[in-house]
């Protein structure tokens, strides 16, 4: 019988996450249910995603252009991104990574209004990693500063473990 190569992939991911788990500990092994992060992410900015850091003194976390390569098979970005991530960590909350990214915002906020107006898209990307299939997201109005002042989008990234 020949297994699909999804599923030999998928086999050989949980043979790997296993013996990781075996050497050392991991979010499967801790007592913390829910691990949070957020992110800034402006979306489609073409030559203006140049203008970001020079206009802010803001370096992105990850950035790519509409073109770049992804791996080693030929397939290409379909889309410029300049993401700037909260370094908080996983055991920060919400309004932890929200406050750090609108402090860093903040003294710029003209500067992201007129880059998010050039931007295809724009939105704050909340992230949770849990090993609960039931979500705990929420947050405190004046978490959302950065949402309301920048006129951003709002996404979410739930992942069970």
């Given amino acids: ?5 999804q599923v030999r992939r998928r086999l050989t991911r949980l043979r790997s996450r296993r013996s990781r788990q075996r050497e050392a500990p991991t979010v499967l092994q801790s007592s913390v249910l829910f691990r949070y ?19 802010t003194g803001l370096s992105p976390t990850r950035a790519h ?15 410029d ?18 406050q750090w990214l609108w402090n860093q915002i903040e003294p710029h906020q003209e500067q992201f209004r007129k880059l998010v107006q050039q931007a295809a898209w724009a939105d704050v990307c909340l992230g949770c990693l849990s090993e609960s299939a039931y979500p705990v997201l929420s947050v405190q ?13 709002l996404s979410f990234n739930f992942t069970v473990v």
């Avoid at 019988?1 to 190569?5: D, H, K, L, Q, W």
């Avoid at 992410?41 to 850091?53: F, I, P, S, W």
């Avoid at 993401?83 to 919400?94: C, I």
């Fill in 81 to 98: 991104l300049w993401l700037f991530e909260s370094p908080l960590g996983e055991l920060a909350s919400h309004d932890e990574h929200l």
């Fill in 1 to 5: 019988m020949r297994v699909p190569t």
């Fill in 37 to 55: 992060d957020a992110c800034l992410r402006l979306g489609g900015l073409g030559a203006a995603q140049d203008d970001v850091t020079a206009l």
């Fill in 141 to 153: 109005p004046e978490s959302l500063k950065i949402v309301h002042e920048l006129k951003l989008g």
């Fill in 65 to 79: 252009r509409k073109g770049d390569l992804i791996g080693f098979r030929g397939k290409v970005r379909k889309e």
